[in-house]
Every structure is written in C-alpha cells, then in structure tokens.
C-alpha cells in the first residue's frame, strides 16, 4: 500500500462491502427469484453449506434480509426492503449480461415485465430521459466526501479471486460475475471511472498493494475489460483504457451508488456527486424498461428462469 493512500467514503464501495463477493451476488439473485429455503438455495446454488450460513448470516446482519419460517427444511428466509431496493443494481446487470456477456445470444431475459415482455432495461437520466453512459457524467465531492472509517466489518477480504480465477474450467462463473464479485477488482473499475490511466495513479486512488493491483490488471485484460498501450520503455510503463463492456458497467455501479447513498449514508451526507452533462442537472439514474418505460421495481417483475438457467 503507498504510503500517501487513504481510503476515501465511497458509496459503492460501501455497498460492496455487503455485495461483493460472487456467492452473495447469486443468493441475492436468487432469493430475488423466489428461491427462499435453504435446501433449495444449496441445491440451486451448488455452494457449501458453511459458505451459504456465511452470506445468509452477513445478508441478516445488514439489515437486507430476515429469517421467516422454520417450516421448511433449513429454514426460510426473505429480503427486507432494505434488501428488495437493491434490484435496480440485479437488472442493470441482467441487462450487462445480456447486451456483453452473451456472445452466442443464447442467455434469456431474467425477468418477465409487468408489461408482459421479457425485460430489456435501460439506465436514464430521471430528469431529462437520457441515456445515462459514463462519458456523460461529470464528478464532484459531496458533503459527505472525506476518509472512510476503517471497518472492521469489511465482510469480503478472499484475496483469490484474481487472474487465475479467469482460467477456470466450466464452473468457472460469468464474466460480470468475475469483474463485480471481486470486490479489489471493482475498486480499480471506480479508479478507471475516476479518470486513471496509470499505474501509479491506480496505486494511489486504491490503495491496493502493487502485487493485487498488478493481478487485477491483468484479470480485466484477460476479460477483456481493459486495454493497453506502451507510452514508455527501459522500463516498459503502459497507460491503460477500458473497454466498452467495462464502461457500460457504469450504469450498474451507480445503482450501487444510489443504494449506498440510501441506506449507509446518512440524508445530506452523500460522498460522491454526479452532474449529467446532457441537462445539467444531479444525476438520479433511472432503471427503465425498454418496453413499456416504466421504472423497473421488484414488484412488478416475475422470474423468467432461474438463476443459473440460461434458457
């Protein structure tokens, strides 16, 4: 870690400390499904009973989900609305893996419309209707910008989850699932958000040690969510550039933002401000559907597939 590093209040990566780590990313989809015992989220799941009780204990502790029912084998479990808020983060990244993980277009909407139509969404500005894309925004501190209060409770500390884990053979989890389930990898995707290009300024925005720094890079090259380019050599120094699937990703990281701005934060105490350059205006992003327009609430979704069933 660079000795001029301190950890800035993030609202994603507070949301992050809850979400990021794949197995938690799956529970909640699933349980968003309605998958809600724990015998059927072990069987749907395919995780092991200590890693389940872990996340589930971690959901609950959050305050984003509740125990319900000794009924059922293992017990039944629901999200509160603490957790239900969350789904505009879980359908701005179906929308992701459909549009850029789906080379074959062989995976199916996850969700079926109130309107009657497979969802296909898109991430709007609230005030003018726009398109909300990471070029289109601009960046200001907050009232609540400052040092982050070291946590205790940071929930997801696995260091493994890096290049190797790209490598794996056919269990080996999605794409999103790589880049937003590793919650290092995603405090480089914010400092490539924030203007980074180097790596000494990646050291400096993350405060990640020069070995993890160096694997996420690498990791984000082998999926293909960063590019390279030499601007120096003895020594070789590159900068680095995100790819268009990496830049769409945005949309779901200021979900996760809006969320953390919510729930953690108090009201008025927001670290981080984006401005929409298209109105002018302080963007409130608005997950709609492609259909019908309407913003897309758990409510008014039923599942299309299960979590895990492409078709």
Not at 167 to 190: I, N, T, V
Not at 244 to 261: E, K, L, N, S, Y
Request: glycine share 8%; net charge positive; hydrophobic share 40%.
């Amino acid at each position: 870690m660079t000795d001029t590093y301190t950890a800035r209040r993030s609202s994603v990566l507070s949301t992050l400390d809850i979400i990021g780590d794949r197995w938690m990313l799956m529970l909640i989809e699933a349980m968003f499904a309605g998958v809600d015992s724990w015998s059927d989220l072990i069987a749907l799941l395919h995780v092991s009973p200590s890693t389940l009780s872990k996340r589930l204990s971690q959901l609950i502790e959050a305050g984003c989900a509740e125990k319900v029912s000794a009924s059922k084998r293992g017990g039944g479990y629901r999200l509160t609305e603490k957790g239900i808020a969350m789904f505009p983060i879980f359908a701005a990244s179906d929308e992701w893996r459909l549009a850029w993980d789906n080379p074959d277009q062989t995976v199916q909407p996850m969700w079926i419309h109130k309107c009657g139509q497979p969802l296909r969404s898109r991430s709007v500005c609230g005030r003018c209707e726009r398109d909300v894309t990471l070029e289109g925004v601009t960046y200001r501190e907050g009232p609540g910008a400052g040092p982050s209060v070291a946590a205790e409770g940071r929930r997801f500390r696995n260091s493994r989850s890096g290049a190797d884990d790209v490598r794996g053979g056919e269990d080996k989890p999605s794409r999103f699932l790589q880049a937003m389930g590793d919650r290092r990898a995603a405090q480089l995707l914010a400092a490539f958000f924030m203007g980074c290009h180097r790596f000494d300024e990646f050291e400096t925005h993350t405060g990640l040690h020069p070995a993890i720094l160096s694997d996420r890079l690498r990791k984000f090259q082998l999926l293909g969510l960063a590019h390279t380019r030499l601007y120096q050599e003895r020594p070789d120094r590159y900068l680095y550039s995100l790819s268009a699937p990496a830049r769409a990703i945005f949309t779901i990281t200021v979900q996760m933002m809006h969320w953390g701005d919510r729930f953690i934060h108090a009201p008025g105490e927001e670290p981080l401000i984006l401005t929409h350059k298209a109105c002018g205006e302080r963007l409130q992003a608005v997950v709609r559907c492609s259909c019908c327009a309407q913003p897309v609430q758990h409510a008014d979704v039923t599942p299309a597939r299960l979590p895990g069933n492409q078709n």
